[in-house]
């Protein structure tokens, strides 16, 4: 089974991200602040993608990926942003984020691209309900999740 770092300083949406990757098989570590997150990274916690919000408080997503990237430059990340400006967009590519998705995020694309980071980086357009191919909801199941206002 597969582990996951969720990293978002807005609880609501914190637990829909978290219950909807558990749900469809993955494990999962919820924190609420990317220094606690950082410190498992440091100390060599067993993760294998980390999905991280551009805004939190102390250390927002740039420079939490820029920490990342000094300890585990091989850790795929996909980082989730409301509305950002191309330089930002920019600046997580250029430390290497695996992607970059503006919320709000459907649990289908999410699962899309977490699977595909996982899987080395090539998207799966066949995907199916498992989890480590690509889709984990169906059409019917979707649920958008966002920051809540």
Not at 32 to 58: C, H, K, Q, T, Y
Not at 90 to 117: F, M, R, T, W
């Amino acid at each position: 089974m597969k582990t996951i770092i969720v990293a978002c300083d807005d609880q609501t949406s914190l637990r829909s991200l978290d219950d909807m990757l558990t749900r469809v098989g993955y494990k999962t570590i919820a924190a609420g602040n990317s220094e606690a997150v950082f410190a498992l990274i440091r100390d060599g916690a067993p993760v294998d993608l980390v999905v991280i919000d551009l805004v939190m408080p102390a250390m927002d997503g740039l420079e939490f990926l820029s920490h990342i990237r000094r300890v585990n430059p091989q850790l795929p990340c996909v980082m989730i942003a409301g509305n950002c400006s191309i330089e930002v967009y920019l600046k997580a590519i250029n430390l290497g984020v695996y992607d970059y998705l503006n919320k709000p995020v459907s649990s289908k694309e999410i699962c899309k691209v977490i699977a595909s980071a996982l899987k080395s980086g090539h998207p799966d357009p066949m995907a199916s309900r498992d989890p480590e191919d690509g889709v984990c909801l169906d059409d019917t199941q979707d649920q958008s999740w966002k920051r809540a206002s």
